[in-house]
């Protein structure tokens, strides 16, 4: 019956049960699209993507930008050349995140190479959790987060790539409550004591998101104070330890920070560890932003103590410019606690009967059930330039960020907030008309003002974007962030001339 | 200081400050790069990929796969012409999901159009949190998901495209806690009751996960009986909820699924809502796997009801092809419950005082940071073929495994276990050796068997890809899964015949 309706229906769409056209899509015309719609994508976001002659964004008033773009889904297909027309609208009206002038997160630039990785990645369309089927990923996955876990200076281990810096954070505040109360996973919250978790004020805000998500709450992560340079303040960590105790709460989770968001802190991890191991605590380390550092001879400093943490979160998809998202998440525990942790040991797909070893279906060390492959684009990058080109960029990184700070300080009207640690400089640009005014009642207000006026009119001429924000009490800055490999002395230079045009009469 | 040492660093390197080849890479060589990369995907992952010629997978022991692929990350980079054969190597020895022969998954097949999109996707690399830094998507994915709710019945709602069905599904569980009560997010579950959830026992094993990491807890899961076809039993559901009140725990979630991973039932949703109405209790319906019936004028019976959810998990990238990842968490509130259960406003990404509506900036709705654009491969793919198209495809699937299952029946050897109802079609395949000896004490042992002993068969002559696994007392079984709009009924027949020629002698 269904046969018949099946032979019917593949009729009245003109198509042959036995061949490949059916629903109107043949392989050969898909295939033609597909390379058709790569030549357009090549020149259109690849090509102009990168060309300081094109714009970075080009702004659009998002009631006008939804009638150009015709967003609507609609009954009926389309062409393929209006389909074609809709690949070279999106690409026009997108941000250029690759571009030379785009400065506004803490991840910007291409890598040919890891961009390669995430073509192919997509064109397999594979899901991360048994060897059967991501036999090359599963394998790779284990060489890229050993070679990692090697670097943080842990000979062995455990890791698994998550959706992004927060869900690795999330991660190791799920893997310390588990290690410490094992009853957890089955008997939740309420077979435990009320928990506290520890952070410094700059940290990222997935440490809050976590708590919450957790169960944990918010109000159980005590906020941990930095010091002039935006670093955690030991001894207040062991202060809020002691009063976290001192309101019944068992301390749990330590959560330090490796390069902070907005200012690049990073927090004195050796003396942490200390801390943590006094007190029996799980030390975490957020190296999502600075990890990379890790590849630098002249910066690892920066991260002394780091292999002392339980677990790390490191995002290639930042700093090494892998392409989002590519989120290691690295344990130190050798004892399966990961899995332990996280499994649900579902039958049909951790088959305990298969014909190879099981031990590769590494699906059930994460929360995720089909889990994208993250690895490849890093491993390709990798395999490209080597870890000595990886560390001469993060060295670039560095040189440059510094040269744009002493540039800055040549110039009149550009205030640095802080010297700068790590890539992120933080300062304020100053108009001439209120250069020598900083003592006038108003001066706070109206130059709070500046930051986001300058980012309005660089997003509408779409020349450079740079972030702006406040932070505990300063008044809106801006926060330039070098990564890209391709940036060069030329770009931090118009960056500055730039953000003067754009705010001189302000 | 630091300015001389980058020139010096940039002359040693051999590089001019002021053009774009820095460390060993140009634009150009880049450029270049990509387009012969582009040529070897397509050739090797594209139309390879899908010819009946190739093997849908050579498979290779893992240490032998490992020598093969020389996965070492090394001190030094390697040439174009060596990463190319890489490139190459990756797509030869990775399983071809897209390839007609591949049933393993929930998902399989290509959609060129959804292809390009996750091209372009990766090519533009941004996030999307900001309508500053993705002013496409963020107005994309709200027309997406409004076409989406719109199908389930809602006119208005909210929503959010998670990494994956089982986020999906604990977002739901997370929202309903917040919703009945807002105090867990500051306070955690110490101030909460004692809560249960309830999931049928055919349900997708995230439901477990989930409790698990939001501190719930696993024994605060009910589980749920099925009936014969798979189905939440409505009446055990109520019991349960009954025991779970006399047990002291505050009944809050019940969790439907509609289009179970192995069986592919369908919950009773018009009887759940029910009996969550009466109770008090959220709603949410799982239809990662089914929710794309809602396309089918002929078979959205299957989810009637499902307008009367809170809230809806439904994965495009599993039967409408779009490629992983593409999850769809659909709520029905409209009092922005999503965004203030998972917010923490982060004054770096979501100023107060930006010159747009700030309410496009979305990123605050999830609990990741940054946030992979999933919904552009959707839109193009949904331009390209329409809702009849989608529809079309969705009947055709349903045909397809309609006519894999009269022509089982037609063949000795192959049995049923249940009348399917979706497009999963359950069966043993029994060798001529079995046949007729259900009564002997060893049969169910030696049948048990026979399913991973034609795996591996077929795994390692790379001619199908067909998962099996155990299940509620039923030992080893096959599931077919019938997706890909390209599966044609020979397809259909060539996997029983396959079946047949492998485990005929066993």
Redesign the interface.
Known sequence: ???L??RA?QKM?GVN????D????S?A???H???E??KI??EE???K??DKNEKV?V????AQ??KL?D????????THD??LS??RD??K??????HPRFF??L?SG????A??G???T??????QYT???????V??ER??LT?LRSMVGWSSGDGVFC?????SN?FAM?LS?YHTFPQ????????LP??AVFTSQES???V?????????????VYSVKTNQQGSMDADDLEGKIMLARSQGAVPLYVNATAGT??RGAFDPLDRIADICEKHGLWMHVDAAWGGSVLFSEKHRHLVKGIDRANSVTWNP?KMLTT???CSAFLVRDTTNLLQRC?S??????F?Q?????MS?DTGDKT??????VDC?KL??M????????LA??I??A???A??FA??MEKREGFQLLYEPQFVNTCFWYIPPSLRGKENTTDYKDRLS?VA?AI??RM?KQGTI?V?????NGEI?FF?MVVVS??I???DMDFCLDEIERLGKDL
């Open positions: 019956m269904t046969y309706f099946l229906a769409n049960a036995h061949c490949e059916v629903l109107g899509f392989h015309e898909g295939q699209f597909l390379n719609a790569f994508i090549f976001a690849v090509r993507g990168i964004c702004w659009q008033d998002p930008l939804e773009l967003l609507d889904l609609r009954d009926c297909g389309e209006q389909l809709r690949v999106v690409a009206y997108s941000v250029k995140t690759n506004n997160q991840y291409v890598d040919y190479h961009l390669v995430r073509l192919l997509e064109t397999l369309n594979t899901s060897y059967e089927v991501a036999p090359v990923f394998l790779m060489v890229v070679k959706p992004g810096g927060s869900m999330m799920n409550r957890v996973k089955q008997q939740g919250l309420w077979s009320r928990l990222h805000y997935s809050m998101k976590g708590a919450a998500f957790l169960g944990i709450g918010t109000d159980h968001t907005v998809h392409g989002l998202q996280h649900a040991n579902a039958t049909y797909l088959q009967d298969k014909f190879y070893d590769l929360v995720q059930c089909g889990r994208k490849l491993w390709l990798w395999k490209a330039i080597g870890t000595k080109g001469e960029r060295d670039r560095f040189a440059m510094r040269y002493e540039e003002k986001p980012k309005e997003m974007m972030g702006y924000q406040p932070l809106n926060r490999p391709h060069s002395l030329r």
